[in-house]
């Protein structure tokens, strides 16, 4: 018992400050979204709608996803959907590309989860912010919360999310981010288009003769939780055309 406790006291005492850590989770972010190239990948989407905690509305979806780098902004990734079945079925025109039909719209969708997921696009810690560093689920990984400050919001902190909460998974000594779930208040999430919830679980892919460590499953809901989607992502690999993108209006999906 006492060798236990020993080693989980040392481990403890080499955990990283967040003054530490956090550099490098911003120092990988930067590289992610400089970095990861163009790609196309499988994604299977299930969008719900619930009452009274029963679901009351399902749409299946199995699309092609492609992250499209943008040559105006070198860090930005755009989405292009091709959508091949709803509910196991081919879609109607109108039903190829998000943002959908309204005749169409589904219960929840959520789009960009591949540019905006990880987010620590700052540098160094926010004054509005603490942090805490704790064991992560194994040896070489750490734990970090992130949330909002607590007492009275300052001025300068008034135009952060209220209600913010985020915990992170990383590799203690790279900075990098192998889960994340990410939470804010509805009035914050309506005021940002933001998503109230959101919960990436990442892996390696490789891309060409690169190894990217992507989401491959996201989960996500509304305010109320009765609006939810769950996607998985597969068969990756690097895309080489030109696609103009389109932008559409109005968009209802949010962003995580």
Not at 30 to 52: H, I, T, W
Not at 91 to 118: D, E, M, Q
Not at 218 to 243: E, K, L, Q
Request: charged share 25%; with cysteine; aromatic share 8%.
């Amino acid at each position: 018992m006492a060798v236990f406790l020993l080693t989980g006291l040392a481990v403890a005492q080499q955990l990283p400050t967040p003054e530490e850590l956090v550099p490098r989770i911003q120092a990988y972010a930067q590289q992610y979204r400089l970095k990861v190239p163009s790609f196309e990948v499988d994604e299977s989407a299930v969008s719900q709608a619930f009452e009274n905690g029963k679901l009351k509305r399902e749409v299946k979806l199995e699309m092609t996803l492609r992250q499209i780098r943008d040559d105006k902004d070198p860090e930005e990734l755009n989405d292009s959907y091709t959508v091949r079945l709803v509910d196991g079925k081919p879609p109607r025109k109108y039903l190829n590309l998000p943002p959908f039909n309204r005749k169409a719209k589904l219960p929840y969708f959520v789009r960009s989860v591949f540019s905006n997921v990880i987010g620590f696009a700052g540098k160094g810690l926010g004054e509005c912010t603490s942090y805490r560093v704790s064991l992560g689920p194994t040896a070489s990984t750490v734990t970090l919360d992130v949330a909002n400050k607590p007492g009275p919001v300052p001025d300068e902190c008034k135009g952060d999310p209220q209600g913010y909460q985020k915990t992170l998974v990383v590799e203690r000594d790279s900075g990098r981010v192998l889960h994340v779930i990410r939470s804010m208040s509805p009035e914050s999430a309506a005021r940002m288009r933001d998503v109230v919830f959101a919960d990436v679980e990442f892996a390696p892919q490789k891309l060409g003769d690169e190894i990217f460590w992507l989401p491959i499953r996201f989960t996500s809901h509304n305010g109320p939780n009765d609006r939810r989607m769950t996607a998985t992502y597969s068969n990756f690999h690097r895309y080489t055309s030109t696609v103009k993108i389109i932008a559409s209006d109005p968009l209802p999906e949010v962003e995580p």
